[in-house]
Each structure stands twice: as structure tokens, then as C-alpha cells.
T-cell receptor, first 115, second 111 residues
Framework: KAGVTQTPRYLIKTRGQQVTLSCSPI?????VSWYQQTPGQGLQFLFE???????NKGNFPGRFSGRQFSNSRSEMNVSTLELGDSALYLC??????????????FGQGTRLTVV | TQLLEQSPQFLSIQEGENLTVYCNSS?????LQWYRQEPGEGPVLLVT?????EVKKLKRLTFQFGDARKDSSLHITAAQPGDTGLYLC???????????FGKGTRLHILP
């Protein structure tokens, strides 16, 4: 079966702009979670969506937002981009909600560079 | 705040050697997972350990969950160049369902 698909793979944006990233989960998976990965901070949890509802949110400013559609596809939006937002953004899908025994499948990520 | 500390941060060894990497926390986790991430790819789940003291083997990889469910280790026997990558541990806490990741151990196996 097809894996988790993230688009675009690479993106270059200017400070102050906004960006939308897309994630298509594995067919049948209803949970999508988003992560920011940087060399200094590692993988940090942004938020999780399940059945179009945000279940959990990490410690990121309100400039970071997301949504999930009825087909489980998810989008993440970052407004007023800052240089520090440059990172690899990963999404992961799972059958059920994130938890102790959940297997999360990651996409290849979107590499965002803010200049 | 639950934190996962991974050590060492970097490890470069010769093919055929054995190695152990560690994942430690002062917090108790419901489970710990280990992922491997290769350049340009997302992390891929290797194993989930849920019971204190549990040991799981995956070919040349041995994973152990500490008795108190606060730490875990990954031991690789006879390392091969294909083992090269970033090894991440991730914990699921008791209070919420957020998954906490360590910063990873970057492993390089020299042929």
C-alpha cells in the first residue's frame, strides 16, 4: 500500500511569508501528527489530528496551525515565517490515536528554508 | 516536562564492532519506541517496548526497556554499513498521548 506522502519535498520562502504543507496519510489511517525536526532541537511534536479534530498540541506559537479533512488528509500552515522556522517538517499517520502502542508511519518530510 | 536524553550523540565505528546506545529519562513512560532515520527520509519504526525489563531482538539489534520504564538501550552486534543512520528513541507518557522524541544518536559504520 502507498505510504505517507508529503508535498512539496522542498520549499524556499522569504521571512514574513506564509506556507502550507500537505500530508496524505496511509489509506485507512485516521490520525495525522506533525513534527518539526532541526539539528539543534531534534524532533518536536507540533500537533495531532484525528477525525478532523485536533487532539493534542505541542509548545509552538499560534503561527503554526493545521487542519484535517474528511478524507484524513492534513495540512499545516505557518504564517509570518521566521528564519528559525527553517526545518524538516514531518508528518506521521497511524490507524488510531497516538498512544503507548501506536505504530506511526512517517513521510519523507518537507524541507523548508526561510531566507 | 518529560525529556529523553540519548547518548552518545555521535558514534563512528568500524564494521564488525559491537555498540550500545542509550535513551534515558527521569520520567516513567508507558512505552518506548526506537526509530532509524536515513538521510532524506522520515524515521522508520524498529521496535516498541512496553514492559519494564523487556528485551526484544531484531536480527543483530537487541532492545531493552529498563525495569523502571525510564530508560532503554539498543545494542547492535557486528555492525554493518547498512546500520548507518540516526537512531531516535520516543516515549509515550502516562499523562497524555504526546510522543516525546530524544535528539538521536547519529551512527556511522565505516566499511
Amino acid at each position: 500500500k502507498a505510504g505517507v506522502t508529503q508535498t512539496p519535498r522542498y520549499l524556499i520562502k522569504t521571512r514574513g511569508q506564509q506556507v502550507t504543507l500537505s500530508c496524505s496519510p496511509i489509506s485507512g489511517h485516521r490520525s495525522v501528527s506533525w513534527y518539526q525536526q532541526t539539528p539543534g532541537q531534534g524532533l518536536q511534536f507540533l500537533f495531532e489530528y484525528f477525525s478532523e479534530t485536533q487532539r493534542n498540541k505541542g509548545n509552538f506559537p499560534g503561527r503554526f496551525s493545521g487542519r484535517q479533512f474528511s478524507n484524513s488528509r492534513s495540512e499545516m500552515n505557518v504564517s509570518t515565517l521566521e528564519l528559525g522556522d527553517s526545518a524538516l517538517y514531518l508528518c506521521a499517520s497511524s490507524l488510531g490515536v497516538l498512544g503507548a502502542n501506536t505504530e506511526a508511519f512517517f513521510g519523507q518530510g518537507t524541507r523548508l528554508t526561510v531566507v | 516536562t518529560q525529556l529523553l536524553e540519548q547518548s552518545p550523540q555521535f558514534l563512528s565505528i568500524q564494521e564488525g564492532e559491537n555498540l550500545t546506545v542509550y535513551c534515558n529519562s527521569s520520567s516513567v513512560f508507558s512505552s518506548l519506541q526506537w526509530y532509524r532515520q536515513e538521510p532524506g527520509e522520515g524515521p522508520v519504526l524498529l521496535v516498541t517496548v512496553v514492559t519494564g525489563g523487556e528485551v526484544k531482538k531484531l536480527k543483530r539489534l537487541t532492545f531493552q526497556f529498563g525495569d523502571a520504564r525510564k530508560d532503554s538501550s539498543l545494542h547492535i552486534t557486528a555492525a554493518q554499513p547498512g546500520d548507518t543512520g540516526l537512531y531516535l528513541c520516543a516515549g509515550a507518557g502516562n499523562r497524555d498521548d504526546k510522543i516525546i522524541f530524544g535528539k538521536g544518536t547519529r551512527l556511522h559504520i565505516l566499511p
